[in-house]
Every structure is written in C-alpha cells, then in structure tokens.
C-alpha cells in the first residue's frame, strides 16, 4: 500500500534501521484505519525520540522493544489506544516524557493505559511461596481499572521473557520462576491462551533449560514420525464430514512443552504416554455442528471411555469452550480430538483481550469498566445451561474483588476487605499491634490511622508498649477483628471502672455505719465472698459498681447488722470523669451545681438525675437503690444540658439565638422546634455547659434578646 510506505519513508532512520515498526504497520494496516495508523506512527517518533540513547541488554535500540510488545497486541489485532500505550509503555518510568505530555498528544485514555502500566512495574514481588504468589497474581488483577493495562503488561513480560538470554542466569531464572508463577497464571484466569502457552514454555524453558532441550528433542523426533499418520487421520476425519455434509476445518495440534513436561511431573507417566498422543481441533461454524461432529468421530473410531468432556455445555472457569474426547486411532493410537466453533476457539485464544479486538463501525463510548463488565455478562449467557455458578463468580472476584491487597514493611502480601483503614490492617497483623499502634506510615510516610487503604501500598504500624486502643477507632474500623478487640478493651476498661467505682461505694455506705473497709478484716471479707459464690473481691466491687449488687446491703452484710436503719448516709464523691459506669438522666439533663441523686442500675452503673426531676417518683419505691451524691469541685468537662425558648416568629430569630448561645462558650449539639404558633415559637436547644453558672450566664444573655420573650430550663 502506498500509503503505509509513505508513512515508512517519513520514520526517522525508517531506511537505515527499521526497529520492528515497518512490520507492526503492516500489521495494523489490515485492520486499522489510516488515521489511527497515524496516531500509532506518531507514538512510535515520539517514543523513539524519548528512547533515543537508551539500548537493550540485547545491543538493540531500547524502542524494539516496545514495538515488539506492540506487535504482539496487533496480533491480537487490538484497538489503537491499546497499541499506542504498549508503544509508550516505558517512557513515563524511564525516560524524561510526561503522563501530562501523552495525555495531550494522544489522549488521556491513552495516558491511563501507560500510568497503569507503571503503577504495575512499581510493585516488587519478593518472595515465592505459593499463598503469596496467588494473592499477589490477585493484587495485580485488583490495581487495574482497564484489562488492557494486564494485556499490555503480559505483553511486555512476554517480550521480556523472548529476550531473556542476555542476562546473567541467577536473574533469569527468577525471572522466569516469577513468569511461572505470577504471569501466566493470570493470562490463564482471562483466558489468553497464546500468550498463556508462550510464558509457559519460556518460563520453563529459562528455568530447566537442561529439561527443556531433551523434551524439545523428544518431541521433534516423534513429531517427524507422526507425520503421516496425522495427514492419514486428518483425511479420513475430512472425508466422514464431507460425507455428512458438515462444514469445518480440521487441523493436528501441537501441545506445548510445559504442559507435556507438567503431565508427565504430575501423572508420574513416560514421555511416550504423552507424546504418542495425536492431537486434533475441529473447528466449525456452529454449535450443532460441533455435536453433529462429536458423533460422526464417535462412529468412526471407538471413544474412550470416560474421557468424554462437554466444555460447550459447561465452559472452563476462564470462559472456555469446546467438546473434548479421546478415541482409539488407527493401530490403537490414542487421539485427541477438541471440536468448537470459530468464535469458541477466538475466544480460547485471546480470552478477554477478544473483548477489545478492533472493529471497524462499532464506536463504543463505553468506560473500560463498563466493557469487562459486558464480557463478563457474555460469558454469564455463554453458561446459561446449569453450569456450576462459581466460574463467573470468580472470574468476577479477581477484577472486581472486594478485598484491597497491601503489603507489610518485610514484603508480606496481607489482603482486607475493601475500605480497611490502619488500624484494621494493625489487627490483621497481631491483636497486640492493634491495641498498641499509635500511628501508621503508608508507603513511607506518616498518615493518619483513619487513612483508607489501596491496593500495593506498603503499610508500617508505630506501636508503643504503653499504648491503649481509642474507643473512637470503632467510628472507621472495618474489620471484624479490629471492632472486637477494641470492644473487648472497652469492656476490660469498663469492668475496671465498676471496680473503681464499686470499692468507693462500698467503703462509703461502710462509713455510713461507722466501718471502713479496712476495718472489715480480711477473714470476714473472704467469708463474705464465699457465701456470695464470688471468688475474688474485685468480683463484688464490680458488681457494686454495676448495680448488681447494693453497696449498703451488702456492707450491712459484712458488719452482720441487717436492717438497722437510721444512719444518715454521707455523699459519694462525682467527678465526671467515670464515663463507663457513671451516665447522666437524658430526662433532666444534670449539671455541676444541681442538686441532683444517684440511682443505682443494674449494668449500667449509677444514673444521675436532678431532685426536681419528674422521674424520680417512679424510682422512689426503690430507696435502697438511691445513692446520695455530690459533685466534685472544679469538674473539668462539659455536660449535656437543656433550654427551652419561645421566641417572636421573625425571620432568622433560630440563628440570632444561636449565635448569642455560641458567644457565650457553648456548643449546640441539637435544636428542635417544638411548635409554633400564629406569633410565637418555642425552640429547644440542646447544648455543652460547664456547671450552673455558665448555663445561668447563657440564658440571662438570650432572655436580653428582643425577640426572645421567655426562656426556662425545665422541660417535659
Ligand atoms: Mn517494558
């Protein structure tokens, strides 16, 4: 075409040296349009441009090998953005060319494509224990947004692996075990089986080369042996077709090397169980064919038994699919037989990458995400007929997985479920982490322990022996096992608390009747215990403090003097600061100052009500559960407190109040309106007091107020 060797003639150094570019145009030429063709030559000037100096450890020019990756992909007869970011693949990480500079020049989806590709390059595999290599194989599944990001990384992996020779062999071979483990695993999970089978036999071929030269050996010679009976069979299955009237094409197949060499490490058979294996593919154009072949095979040699598989009827877990038997050849040689349809055996080769194959008057606007979901959906209808529900199921976990996958300071691969924050991977990590991290570093720098968690960051947790988890962590923890424990170190926090609390009731309501706790004496103490059926004394405190037990009865039980009454009982001392066992009325609201009184609940400690307040009645039939109270001085922390407002019916009188209560040093946690009239409207507010005297400063400012025409804080 004229055109594409004007295009060629134009390629700085285009004549002298080609670097693979003038076969991938003749390539694309058969399926691109000439502008996009355009776009991709303008990527390769600019890619060679910013390549320029850099060479292969082959000797070649850096930029072979992008073209080569790219070649690959026009192969697989890809769209032009995806051709275009394999042939930029490397400027961004290694040369001096911007994402910014690629986004304007050939477009941000282009610019995405190599960002993501980098991303891919930055995260180091480092260890090689199979548990690892499947969660890493995931991790790299869970960072791509766009599949052509993995097709252009298996790419490029692929042409790394064909250009292997030239480095030092302790570095090949970890190369290549990586590929085996990490890299064609995942083109197998998307069903890419000709890049699949090229890792494979390169990897293994990198990693035994010895094994790999006398089973590639093994294989030439019988291969050459075979060859007439194969084009005997071939003409015999094409002549029985041809007589049914099916159409189709069928073809001997080759396996590849390492899965000979994987059959015969894990079957613990001979090289002549697997190579004198004859292998055919028929290819037709529709479903009843493929059946309709099935039985003109069947009726020409004898089928195996056993050995019959229907992958049309129920697809691999890749989206496979094809009818699978074995017959008993001529001579009684096994065969091979594989039959499918055109579509099925595109689909076996390219797998997900048949999802981006470029077509010429389809313009899809769809987002990347979108598209995957579609060739998820077109596998979901391909298995419609009662197939096991896991294949989609898990096709679909590895690119839209629910889990994040992190790495631990040593290179460990822990994965959460998505949303995980710090603290949630500090308790994945150990309990005791997680109950004394007191900051987190995510790749290298400090973050706060709220921070989200994505995909290959590097996470460090800072513990200190002292530290103790926050009650607040629960607000973002995800994790079952981070929430647990933090509720378990409340409780514990808690029961200490009520010990607390219930030796101080104890010892009060002792006082009350001229005792102290220390002058009990152990024996009674102990006696005491043992006729409760408690075993240690911090036992009972914490049922005191509970109000499971009351702390007068009990100290009339220790001194034998059962219901005498009469004493007149002195105050329990409150600071505030016993948020755990001590809670204030949400009917009356007390604060420092209010005269107020204690009443005891079962498991929920001491509840602090105001004299006046109108539940008391209720309790009052209890009395031995009154405790008396009084306040400490100098109480450090504000309280929840209530007013009540009627207010002239103004626009923005809600807001002058507002602002009147903020200036005088209080928070509003909550305002109600509860209910307006013709003129008048009466608001609740809810807001943080120190004591009495500031509350009394803040209602004598808002009564001040001119649209205000009462203020109270008694409430219903
Ligand atoms: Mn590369």
């Not at 190599?114 to 991790?139: C, N, P, T, W, Y």
């Not at 049309?312 to 039959?339: C, D, M, W």
């Not at 100052?593 to 009645?617: E, F, W």
Request: proline share 3%.
């Amino acid at each position: 075409m004229d055109y594409t060797a004007a295009i060629l003639a134009k390629l700085p150094g285009a004549n002298k040296r080609d670097h693979g570019v003038s076969r991938l145009v003749k390539t694309l030429e058969s399926y691109l349009p000439e502008d996009q063709l355009k776009t991709i030559t303008a990527a390769y000037e600019f890619g060679a441009k910013a390549h320029a100096g850099q060479s292969r450890k082959t000797g070649e020019a850096y930029i072979t090998h992008p073209i080569a990756v790219a070649q690959e992909l026009a192969e697989m007869r890809l769209d032009a953005q995806a051709i275009t970011a394999a042939i930029l693949h490397d400027t961004v990480e290694d040369t001096t060319a911007s994402l910014n500079e690629i986004s304007e020049k050939f477009g941000n989806e282009v610019a995405l494509l190599v960002d993501g590709v980098s991303k891919l390059d930055q995260i180091q595999f480092r260890s090689h224990i199979e548990a690892q290599s499947e969660s890493f194989r995931k991790m790299m599944l869970a960072m791509i947004e766009d599949i052509r990001v993995i097709l252009v990384k298996l790419a490029d992996r692929l042409h790394n692996m064909q250009t292997l020779d030239a480095l030092p062999t302790d570095k090949k071979k970890r190369i290549a075990r990586e590929t085996l483990d990490i890299y064609a695993p995942i083109a197998n999970r998307l069903g890419i089986n000709r890049l699949k089978e090229q890792l494979e036999d390169l990897g293994f071929k990198h990693l035994h080369p010895f094994r790999y030269r006398v089973l590639k050996a093994a294989l030439k010679k019988s291969q050459g042996s075979q060859k007439q009976i194969v084009k005997k069979i071939t003409a015999e299955l094409d002549i029985a077709m041809n007589d049914e009237g099916v159409e189709g094409d069928v073809v001997g197949r080759q396996k590849h090397l390492y899965s000979i060499y994987n059959k015969m490490a894990t079957k613990k058979c001979l090289l002549s169980d697997v190579v004198d294996v004859y292998g055919f593919r028929i290819i037709c154009n529709d479903v009843s064919s493929c059946y309709q072949v099935l039985g003109i095979v069947h009726g020409l040699y004898k089928p195996m038994p056993g050995r019959f598989k229907d992958h049309i009827a129920i697809p691999r877990i890749n989206g496979y699919q094809s009818l699978h038997t074995t017959l008993f050849g001529p001579k009684g040689l096994p065969l091979e037989v594989q039959i499918r349809t055109y579509d099925m055996d595109r689909l076996a080769e390219s797998g997900v990458a048949s999802h981006w194959l470029y077509k010429a008057d389809e313009k899809s606007d769809a987002s990347p995400q979108r598209q995957t979901r579609e060739w998820l959906s077109n596998l979901d209808e391909l298995q419609q007929s009662g197939t096991p529900e896991e294949f989609l199921e898990s096709v679909k976990v590895d690119l839209f997985p629910d889990k994040v996958y992190v790495f631990t300071p040593d290179g460990d691969i822990m994965p959460l479920p998505k949303g995980s924050t710090t603290v949630d991977f500090a308790y994945a990590v150990h309990t005791d982490v997680g109950d004394h991290c007191v900051a987190a570093k995510v790749n290298r720098s400090l973050v706060p322990l709220r921070t989200e968690l994505y995909n290959g960051q590097t996470i460090e947790i800072i513990t200190t022996r002292g530290a103790k988890p926050n009650p607040n962590w629960l607000t973002f923890a995800t994790t079952a096992k981070a929430r647990t424990a933090i509720r378990q170190h409340m409780k514990n926090l808690r029961s200490s608390e009520s010990i607390d609390l219930g030796k101080r009731l104890l010892d009060q309501s002792l006082k009350d009747i001229g005792l102290s706790l220390r002058k009990v004496g152990k024996v009674r103490f102990t006696e005491a215990l043992e006729e409760f059926g408690l075993s240690k004394n911090t036992d009972l405190f914490e049922q005191i403090g509970l109000g499971e037990r009351l702390a007068p009865l009990t100290a009339r039980f220790l001194t034998g003097t059962n219901g005498e009454d009469g004493e007149k009982a002195a105050s329990m001392v409150i600071s505030g600061a016993e948020r755990m066992v001590i809670s204030y009325g949400k009917c009356c609201y007390p604060i420092p100052g209010d005269d107020v009184m204690g009443y005891l609940t079962a498991g929920r400690g001491i509840v602090i009500h105001r004299n006046q307040c109108g539940n008391l009645s209720n309790f009052r039939k209890q009395p031995e559960k009154w405790i008396s109270v009084n306040w400490e001085k100098d109480i450090q922390r504000d309280f929840l407190c209530q007013i009540q407002t009627d207010t002239k019916n103004k626009p923005g009188v809600l807001a002058e109040v507002a602002a009147i209560i903020g200036d005088c040093g209080s928070n509003i946690e909550q305002v109600e309106v509860l209910g307006r009239h013709e003129d008048c409207s009466v608001l609740s507010f809810l807001l943080m007091v120190e004591d009495r005297l500031h509350l009394a400063n803040i209602m004598r400012n808002v009564r001040k107020m001119k649209n205000v025409i009462r203020i109270s804080r008694d409430c219903a």
